[in-house]
C-alpha cells in the first residue's frame, strides 16, 4: 500500500496563493506520473493537473496559467503552486499516484477555501 502525505492546504483569500506538497514513500521517478485532483462539495471529482515521470505536465482548463505542478524527485515530492485563486477553487485536494500498472492511490485529501 502506497500512503502520499499531503500538505499545505488551508484558508486563503481571492487573489492569494497556496503551494501543496504530496510526499511519496518510494522514488517518484518509478511512476507513471502523479498530481492532484480536487472535489467540491457536491461536486465530482476532477483533475486539476498532473506530471509523468518525463516531467510532461497536464492542466485543467480552469486552472491554466494560474497553477503550476512540479517534482523534485530527490524528495519524492510533488508539489502544486496555486495563484490568483478564486472563491470557485474551494475544494478538498486529493494527491494520486499512477502506476505503470494502471493502479492508482490516493491521498487522504487537504482542504483549501478561498474567501472572497
Known amino acids: 500500500q502506497v500512503q502520499l502525505v499531503e500538505s499545505g492546504g488551508g484558508l486563503v483569500q481571492a487573489g492569494g496563493s497556496l503551494r501543496l506538497s504530496c510526499a511519496a514513500p518510494?522514488?517518484?521517478?518509478?511512476?507513471?506520473?502523479m498530481g492532484w485532483y480536487r472535489q467540491a462539495p457536491e461536486n465530482q471529482r476532477e483533475l486539476v493537473a498532473w506530471?509523468?515521470?518525463?516531467?510532461?505536465?497536464n492542466y485543467a482548463d480552469s486552472v491554466k496559467g494560474r497553477f503550476t505542478i512540479s517534482r523534485d524527485n530527490g524528495k519524492n515530492t510533488v508539489y502544486l503552486q496555486m495563484n490568483s485563486l478564486k472563491p470557485e477553487d474551494t475544494a478538498s485536494y486529493y494527491c494520486?499516484?499512477?502506476?505503470?500498472?494502471?493502479?492508482?492511490?490516493w491521498g487522504k485529501g487537504t482542504l483549501v477555501t478561498v474567501s472572497s
Open positions: 494520486n499516484l499512477h502506476t505503470w500498472a494502471g493502479t492508482d492511490y
Open positions: 518510494g522514488s517518484i521517478s518509478t511512476f507513471n506520473r
Open positions: 506530471i509523468t515521470s518525463g516531467g510532461y505536465s
